[in-house]
């Protein structure tokens, strides 16, 4: 709540979201998107109760997924980078932080965010055969029993 708050309150600052929801309480509080972020939410919440649930599905997929794909370029980016640097002569110690698990824990974040990945969709490989389940779970498309 707290983060989609303030995430959409720096929105209206920026021009990119109505002006209704710049406006703060005395106490700092976006009052207005605090309101739109919760209604939001309980309309969420409220999606999984009809239609079987795919809308809420389609929700999960959308927040879920993007999660982990994020966080393999993160594991990516960090391994490569500290590679890189390395071959271009500087030294490790002269970063402002380095990790204590490298090259262990981006490899090791990898290879989890690659397991979740997959195995959100495993069941698209489980007959053999490629579906288009596998590209709506990762495109974040609602699941239509039509298509399969």
Known sequence: MYASTRILWVLVKEG?????FSKINKRGIPVHALL?????????????FFGDGQVYIWLLNASGMPGFIAW??????????????????RKISDLPYCSKWFPFGPILAGLMCMIVIIGQS???????????????????????????
């Open 16 to 20: 990119k979201a109505p002006k209704l």
């Open 122 to 148: 495993i069941s698209t490989f489980s007959d053999g055969h490629f579906h288009k389940q596998f590209l709506k779970s990762t495109m974040l498309m609602c699941d239509n029993d039509n298509d399969r």
């Open 72 to 89: 393999l370029g993160i594991a990516i980016s960090q391994y490569r980078f500290r590679k890189v640097y390395v071959a271009q002569g």
């Open 36 to 48: 739109a972020t919760a209604a939001l939410g309980m309309l969420t919440f409220l999606a999984s």
